[in-house]
Structure formats: C-alpha cells, structure tokens
C-alpha cells in the first residue's frame, strides 16, 4: 500500500498538483517602479559612478539591493545591453515607460560631454522635486476628502440606523409633522429601500467619470474645468507653470536641444492645454522664432513669466533664469497650498456641522411640538 501511494505521488498528476499548490502558495502581487524606486538607484548610481565604478558593476551593485522584482529585472537588462555594446541612453530608451523621455535625453546629453555623475545628480535633484511637489498636492487634498467622508458616512448612519428608531414615534401622526422631519423621513425612506440601487447607480457614475477622462474629449473639459474651478485654479496652475519651467531650465542647462526641449516640457506638463501651448511654441521655434516671441496673447503662462524668459535669452541665461522662475512657483505653490487647505478646511466643518444640525433638528421639532401639544392638552 505505501509504495502505491509513493508511486501515486510521483505520478505527472501528482507532481502537477503539487507545482499548482507551490505557485498558489508563493503568488503576491508586485507593482513596477516608482518614482522613489528611480529616485534612489539614481543617487546609488550617481555615487557609484563618481567614486570611480564602472556602469555594469554599479548596476550589478544596485541590483543586489533591489527588492522589486521587476525593477530588478529592468536593471539587470539594461546593464546586459551596456555589455553588449550599447549606451546607457540607448539601453534606457528600451523602458520607456519607466525612464520617461527627460531622462533618456539628459543622459543622452551626458554622454556626449562626459558629465554622467553630474547629470545623475541633477536627475535626482529635479525627481525629489517632482515627488515633493506631488506629495503636497496630494496632501493638499486629503484632510478635506476624510472630513468629506466623515460627513457623508456620519449623515448616512443617522439617516439609516438612528432616524428609523424614532419614526415610530410618528406613526399616525404625519399631519403633524414640520416640513424638516417630512423631508428626512422620506429620505431615509429612499436610503433604506434603495440602497443597493445607489450604492451600483454611484459606482456606475465613478466609473463612467475615470472612462470618459481619459477619453480625448473628456481629458480636455476635465483639464479646462481644473483651470476654472474656484479655489483650484490658482493651485492647478502654479503646479502646471511650475512643472513645465523646471522640467525646461533642467533640460537646457544638461544641454539638451531646444526643439528636443520643448517636445519634452508639453509632454510633462501634466494638462492638455499647458501641452498645447508648448506644442505651439515647439512650432513656432522650429520656425525660427525665439521662445518668447512664440506665446499667444492668451497665454497660460502669466506676462511676467514670458518677460523673464525673453530677458533670459537675450542674456544666454535661459536655463537658468527657468529654474529660477520655477523655484519661484514652487514657493507659490507652497503658498497656495496653505491658503486652499486653511479655507477648504472650515468649510467643509460648517458644511458637515449644518447636515448633522438639520438632522437632529428634523428629529427634535415634532418631539417638542408634541410634548407642548400634550401638556397644553
């Protein structure tokens, strides 16, 4: 009987049940590279190179390192093609969708003037910066979004849970009640019977929502709307000017092309219109227009900003007379920042405490107008 089992054991069935439960048992889920991931091979590589280390032994280094299977995998196939012969701009260009292309180009632009561990260095400067200003955005939004929340699921509960308890109490008499509590009954009436049908009608709306953004059309109305909205306007585009001029002055002090330059700046820009107007001035130079004289009257960019890139590029200064500008925008953006969050904040409690004072007052006026109706009785 045991070696039938052991026989059954090393059957093909068997053995192919046994791979089954191994791969079940070691499945996980592994996202692709992040921004910290490239932001800190670039400082390790940046070191490596600097102190003297060859490219394909910095990256076997940093390989060793590395937890992420896939970015694992991304370095270790470029550092086999930098072997093979290529350059490193050439073996980035293959993972494009990790290396966007203002890291190609500026590597690419520190090959031909010898400045691999400088550029590196700027590299990394410009994406801590681009993390930076992500994350104060995105920070920027999340207190108002869990007060949001708070008062949604707040709101909700006593409609569902709280609310049912009393409406006992008005059972037959509904004549009495005030418009408030007509109002907050009969909503409560809707959540309770149809809450399934919501909760599918607003994840159909999400969804439809995230669809048509990134549509063609929809990306266009939606990116306008962020340039209109009150209170985001200014913050959208302080973020945008600030994301173009910086991602331009970099690219022009590493010595890359102008043409190559703008192409770049519209494709990271981060909103339609901020990219159609790169585009533009793309043309316009490629015409042989300076960059200045290519904005249209009705410009994104505020006069100001357009005068100091004219001045810049009469003074051969452009790159850095960018960056200056852009360090500028960032304090701005800091700024408005502080300003949004300290007027979204109070707002959104006012907001919360008015819901929750309707509802309790829907709750207590026919409680009050009763017990005055009895003891006047």
């Known amino acids: 009987m045991p070696e039938a ?16 439960l191994q791969k079940i048992a070691n499945f996980s889920v592994e996202f692709g590279p992040g921004k910290k991931d490239i932001l800190d091979f670039t400082n390790q590589l940046s070191i490596m190179v600097r102190a003297g280390i060859s490219l394909p032994e910095a990256m076997e280094s940093i390989v060793a390192q590395l937890e992420n299977k896939k970015f694992k995998a991304i370095i270790t196939d470029i550092k086999n093609r930098i072997e093979a012969g290529e350059s490193f701009s050439q073996a980035l260009s293959r993972h494009r969708k990790v290396f966007k292309d203002i890291y190609v180009n500026m590597i690419a632009a520190s090959e031909m003037s010898g400045s691999l561990s400088s550029m590196l260095q700027k590299l990394s400067s410009y994406i801590g910066q681009e993390m930076q200003t992500r994350s104060q955005v995105i920070g920027a939004m999340v207190y108002p979004g869990i007060i949001a929340f708070m008062a949604v699921s707040c709101t909700t509960f006593l409609l569902t849970f709280v609310l049912p308890k009393f409406t006992e109490l008005f059972v ?20 309770i019977t149809y809450w399934l049908a919501i909760i599918i009608g607003i994840a159909a709306i999400i969804t439809g929502l995230v669809f048509a953004i990134k549509t063609v059309t929809g990306r266009f109305w939606w990116d306008k709307t962020k340039l209109f909205l009150p209170l985001m306007k200014t913050l959208c585009k302080c973020l945008y000017i600030t994301r173009g001029l910086h991602a331009m ?18 494709e ?9 107007m790169w585009v533009g001035v793309h043309e316009s130079v490629r015409q042989g227009k300076k960059i200045a004289q290519s904005f249209k009257k009705d410009s994104l960019l505020p006069a100001s900003v357009i005068q100091m890139i004219r001045s810049g590029e009469d003074s051969g200064t452009l790159g850095s007379v960018l960056e200056e500008v852009s360090d500028f925008y960032q304090g701005k953006l800091k700024d408005t920042i502080k300003i949004v969050t300290s007027m979204i904040e109070p707002l959104m409690i006012v907001l919360m405490g008015m819901l929750v004072g309707f509802i309790a007052m829907a709750i207590i006026l026919p409680i009050f107008k009763m017990s005055s109706m009895a003891s006047g009785h």
């Open 5 to 20: 089992l052991l026989a059954d054991y090393g059957s093909p069935l068997a053995q192919q049940q046994q791979t089954t």
């Open 249 to 266: 002055g970099v690219l022009i002090n590493a010595g890359v092309p102008i043409l190559d330059a703008l192409n770049i700046t519209a």
């Open 268 to 276: 990271v820009s981060g909103n339609v219109h901020y990219k159609n």
């Open 172 to 191: 037959g008499k509904e004549h009495m009640l005030p418009k408030p509590t007509v109002i907050i009954m009969a909503l409560s009436s809707f959540l």
